[in-house]
C-alpha cells in the first residue's frame, strides 16, 4: 500500500508540472489552430531569462513574471510579424514556427552560451506528511500549475472576453459580422499561449539544469498531452492528457527503464488515439 501511495504521489506531481509545461502549447493550438513547433523554444527562453533576472538580483518570483512577460512580447512580435498573415496555412505556420524554434536556440547559444546554469529553488527541502515527503518545490509548482488552468477556464467559460474566443473559435466569420475584432483576439490568445509557455519554463528552471535543449523535453510530451486530452480542452483536457503521458510513464518506469518507459507510454496514447482521434474529450 505505501508503494502504491507514493507511486500516486509521484504521477501526480510529474502529472500537474506536465500540464503547466503543455498549458501554453494548449492555449495556441487549441485555440487558434497554430500548431506551435516553436513551444520548445518558447520554455527555454523562460527558463533563461529567470536564470538573468535572478542573478541580477530580482526575487525569484519577479523573475518568473518578468520571463514570462518577455516570451509574451516575443510571442506578440511572432504573431504580428508573421504568423498573422498564414492562419489559413496550417502547414506553412507549423514550419514558421519551426524555423522560429531553430533562430530562437541559435540566438540563446550566442547570448548566453551552451554551459549549465542553474536557479535557486525558492523553497528547498521536502514537506513531511507522516510516512511520506514531498519535494517542497514540485509540490508547489503542481499546485500553481492546477490554479492557473482552474482560473484560466474561469476566463474562458465566464467572462465577456471568453465567450469571445470561444464565438471566434466555433464560427470565425459569423463573429466577424457581429463584431468581433478577429485580429486583435488571435493576438491576444497567440501573445498570453507565449506568456504561459515562458512562465512554465521559468517555473521548472529550478527543478533541471538549463540548456539551450530543456525545452526539448517537454515539447513532444505536450504536443501528446494536447492532442490524448482533446484540441481546444484547456482544463480537462489538458490534465487528462498530462496524466495519461506523465501519470503513465511514472508507472511504467517502475517495472524498465525510463527510455522504454517514454516508449510505452507513446504508444498507449497512438492506440488511444487510433481509437478516439478527437481526443478523451471532445471539442465543443
Do not use: C
Not at 101 to 118: A, H, M, P, Y
Not at 136 to 162: E, H, P, W
Not at 265 to 282: C, D, H, K, M, Q
Amino acid at each position: 500500500m505505501h508503494t502504491i501511495i507514493s507511486v500516486a504521489i509521484d504521477a501526480t506531481l510529474i502529472t500537474m508540472v506536465l500540464a503547466l509545461a503543455a498549458f501554453g502549447l494548449a492555449i495556441i493550438y487549441g485555440l487558434v489552430g497554430v500548431v506551435n513547433m516553436g513551444h520548445g523554444a518558447m520554455l527555454t527562453l523562460g527558463a533563461y531569462l529567470t536564470w538573468a533576472a535572478a542573478s541580477a538580483g530580482a526575487p525569484f518570483f519577479l523573475a518568473v513574471l518578468l520571463a514570462g512577460a518577455g516570451v509574451g512580447i516575443v510571442g506578440l512580435l511572432l504573431e504580428h510579424l508573421v504568423i498573422r498573415h498564414f492562419y489559413k496555412s496550417p502547414f506553412d505556420t507549423l514550419l514558421l514556427t519551426w524555423a522560429f524554434f531553430l533562430v530562437t536556440t541559435e540566438i540563446i547559444k550566442i547570448v548566453f552560451g551552451t554551459d549549465f546554469r542553474n536557479v535557486a529553488s525558492p523553497f528547498p527541502g521536502a514537506i513531511d506528511i507522516g510516512t511520506f515527503k514531498l519535494p517542497a518545490y514540485r509540490t508547489f509548482v503542481s499546485i500553481l500549475s492546477g490554479l492557473i488552468i482552474a482560473a484560466t477556464a474561469v476566463v474562458f467559460f465566464r467572462t465577456s472576453i471568453g465567450i469571445k474566443i470561444r464565438a471566434l473559435i466555433q464560427n470565425p466569420e459569423v463573429s466577424s459580422l457581429l463584431g468581433l475584432n478577429i485580429a486583435a483576439t488571435y493576438k491576444l490568445v497567440f501573445g498570453f499561449g507565449a506568456f504561459m509557455a515562458g512562465l512554465a519554463g521559468g517555473l521548472i528552471a529550478p527543478m533541471l539544469s538549463i540548456d539551450p535543449y530543456i525545452g526539448n523535453i517537454f515539447l513532444v510530451r505536450s504536443f501528446f498531452v494536447v492532442i490524448v486530452g482533446g484540441i481546444g480542452q484547456l482544463l480537462s483536457g489538458t490534465v487528462v492528457g498530462s496524466f495519461v503521458i506523465g501519470g503513465s510513464e511514472t508507472i511504467f518506469a517502475l517495472f524498465t527503464s525510463q527510455v522504454v518507459a517514454q516508449a510505452a507510454v507513446f504508444l498507449v496514447a497512438i492506440v488511444l488515439l487510433r481509437f478516439r482521434p478527437e481526443g478523451v474529450f471532445r471539442d465543443q
